[in-house]
């Protein structure tokens, strides 16, 4: 079944008006009409499965018929931690990550960013990313979209990461002790993890040893030289299968 999206879902007489870019969306896009059903999802992670009783490009108004139970959360909780990039790669990053359950995505400059982004253009940007999460997040069944953050400088993002519990970590193309394989296997369950990712020339010492200041610890992806984005997807993925939810099976405490 189709699932649509709002910010908070009204309820009026167990009805619901839809308007905005979603309604255009089921009406004109997907051109549904008056007796098909959908499920209808909002940022507060509930979703109902909904009648359409009438439609056209500026309001749909809909029926709901009865309240869906809401997939369970991940037992982890994931900061993904991302240089800006340019905007094809910035977006598959957004996309995919979502997918996968990234949690917050928190944006920054950093000395070696080429992606400068200040004003009303990164005002732009942000709500075009949040409109990739919210559509990823029906894609994927999530209970709710990604958090995209206002991107920030490198310093203020370690800064603010100083006092957080957290697995965390950043990766460095230079690291040569340790590995996310490593650090995962020799690491008890954690609750939360944040990664940082880089931009496409990569970080420099000083910026390392001020994020190993604020608790991260240096890793490397492996001998592979992967693309910004490509790293930021597997690395999501790869603690999602780890302590995640990429999984049917319920993990134990440990």
């Not at 997807?233 to 790869?238: E, G, K, L």
Request: aromatic share 6%.
């Amino acid at each position: 079944m189709k699932r649509f999206f709002v910010n908070d879902i009204q309820v009026r007489d167990g009805r619901c008006a839809i308007r905005g870019s979603e309604a255009g969306h089921i009406s004109r896009v997907m051109r549904m009409g008056p007796g098909e059903r959908f499920i209808l999802m909002d940022g507060k992670g509930r979703r109902y499965r909904a009648l359409i009783e009438r439609s056209d490009h500026r309001e749909v108004v809909v029926a709901l018929e009865r309240t869906l139970p809401v997939p369970e959360p991940s037992p982890l909780t994931v900061d993904l931690c991302q240089a800006l990039l340019k905007s094809r790669a910035m977006d598959y990053l957004v996309r995919k990550t979502s997918e996968l359950g990234v949690d917050v995505i928190r944006p920054f400059s950093s000395a070696r960013t080429v992606v400068r982004l200040k004003g009303e253009r990164a005002e732009r940007r942000l709500r075009h990313w949040r409109e990739i999460a919210q559509n990823a997040a029906k894609q994927s069944d999530r209970i709710s979209p990604a958090r995209i953050e206002s991107p920030i400088p490198f310093s203020e993002l370690v800064s603010r990461w100083g006092e957080k519990e957290a697995f965390k970590v950043i990766f460095w193309e230079a690291e040569e002790a340790d590995d996310l394989k490593g650090l995962i296997s020799t690491s008890g369950r954690p609750d939360r993890f944040a990664g940082i990712i880089g931009p496409e020339g990569g970080f420099s010492r000083e910026e390392v040893d001020m994020a190993r200041n604020a608790g991260f610890r240096p890793a490397s992806l492996g001998r592979r030289v992967l693309r910004a984005e490509t790293a930021a997807v597997t690395m999501v993925a790869i603690v999602q299968y780890e302590w995640g939810d990429l999984s049917l099976a319920r993990p134990l405490n440990t």
